[in-house]
Nanobody, 123 residues
Framework: QVQLVESGGGLVQAGGSLRLSCAASERTFSINTMGWFRQAPGKEREFVAAETWSDLNTYYADSVKGRFTISRDDAKNTVYLQMNSLEPEDTAVYYC????????????????WGQGTQVTVSS
């Protein structure tokens, strides 16, 4: 069973940066895409970014394009989310997830989930 653990969340002022990490316990052939989602209080879980393992294709929500970057380190089985120019609207719990699909932008397409890490952006 694949386990995902997020880290790197915290408090930051508007305009600042954070880098989130997602460490996977293992890499299997059934996992084709790693993604990031976020959920603010009272709102639905929202797609943020994803990367396909085989061809390194990346996908971003319009709200974070140009500010967030997803990347990976195969040797460490780790996926990163670099977040720049953070805004108060980015405040949420951020979740790492793994999917068997090559294109996956909704929560139902993901098989494994981490526990989440809180990101709070002050104005």
């Amino acid at each position: 069973q694949v386990q995902l653990v997020e880290s790197g969340g915290g408090l930051v002022q508007a305009g600042g940066s954070l880098r989130l990490s997602c460490a996977a316990s293992e890499r299997t052939f059934s996992i084709n895409t790693m993604g990031w989602f976020r959920q603010a209080p009272g709102k639905e879980r929202e797609f943020v970014a994803a990367e396909t393992w085989s061809d390194l294709n990346t996908y971003y929500a319009d709200s974070v394009k140009g500010r967030f970057t997803i990347s990976r380190d195969d040797a460490k089985n780790t996926v990163y989310l670099q977040m720049n120019s953070l805004e108060p609207e980015d405040t949420a719990v951020y979740y790492c997830a793994a999917s068997g699909r090559k294109i996956a932008t909704t929560p139902g397409m993901y098989r494994y989930w981490g526990q989440g890490t809180q990101v709070t952006v002050s104005s």
